[in-house]
T-cell receptor, first 112, second 114 residues
Framework: GQQVMQIPQYQHVQEGEDFTTYCNSS?????IQWYKQRPGGHPVFLIQ?????EVKKQKRLTFQFGEAKKNSSLHITATQTTDVGTYFC????????????FGQGTRLTINP | NAGVTQTPKFQVLKTGQSMTLQCAQD?????MSWYRQDPGMGLRLIHY???????DQGEVPNGYNVSRSTTEDFPLRLLSAAPSQTSVYFC?????????????FGQGTRLTVV
């Protein structure tokens, strides 16, 4: 079945440092989504990528979708304490599959 | 507009007991799903539904039943609770079929089975 692997599992940075999390799928995806979950909270949608090679930016966050539509990344520039949380990628596969499969998530902690 | 509402927020069960986790959405979304979240495992799909009367299994369906009699409600039933089902459960809904749209999550139910 479709699997979505995400690395690293944990990342601790100093405030102001950059952060990147990577997502890889065992199958080609129709689209990929990114979510953020604050400690004790629920996942909240950040963005969806659909096109091969797509790059989208949200202020300090940059999202990329690979050319083969099997991998994606989220990069945060100059982290702030408000960026603390777990970041998940979630992929939807082809062949009519209606399932959204999540990666294991990357937990980001920040030293102020 | 409440979004996705899950009840209860917390629950303690004894091994072998059954219970139903409730999920309701008021956004007229066709797609609804249940996930469980365990440390280091991310969000794993239990069951999902693409519309009223239609359900299908996700990655970890064993021990759980679902039904979708209305667009709004998607309850998750634990038939005979086991300690391995201790987890945080999230219900989600989204508008899309074919091309996914943003998923909205409920606040979660923290379940402990003793």
């Amino acid at each position: 079945g479709q699997q979505v692997m995400q690395i690293p599992q944990y990342q601790h940075v100093q405030e102001g440092e950059d952060f990147t999390t990577y997502c890889n799928s065992s199958t080609t995806l129709s689209n990929i989504q990114w979510y953020k979950q604050r400690p004790g909270g629920h996942p909240v949608f950040l963005i969806q990528l659909v096109k091969s090679g797509e790059v989208k930016k949200q202020k300090r966050l940059t999202f990329q979708f690979g050319e083969a539509k099997k991998n994606s990344s989220l990069h945060i520039t100059a982290t702030q304490t408000t960026d603390v949380g777990t970041y998940f990628c979630a992929g939807a596969g082809y062949q009519g599959a209606q399932k959204l499969v999540f990666g294991q998530g990357t937990r980001l902690t920040i030293n102020p | 507009n409440a979004g996705v509402t899950q009840t209860p927020k917390f629950q303690v069960l004894k091994t072998g007991q059954s219970m139903t986790l409730q999920c309701a959405q008021d956004m007229n979304h066709e797609y609804m799903s249940w996930y469980r979240q365990d440390p280091g495992m991310g969000l794993r799909l239990i069951h999902y539904s693409v519309g009223a009367g239609i359900t299908d299994q996700g990655e970890v369906p064993n021990g759980y039943n679902v039904s979708r009699s209305t667009t709004e409600d998607f309850p998750l039933r634990l038939l005979s609770a086991a300690p391995s089902q201790t987890s945080v459960y999230f219900c989600a809904s989204s508008r899309g079929q074919g091309r996914f749209s943003e998923a909205f999550f409920g606040q979660g139910t923290r379940l402990t089975v003793v």
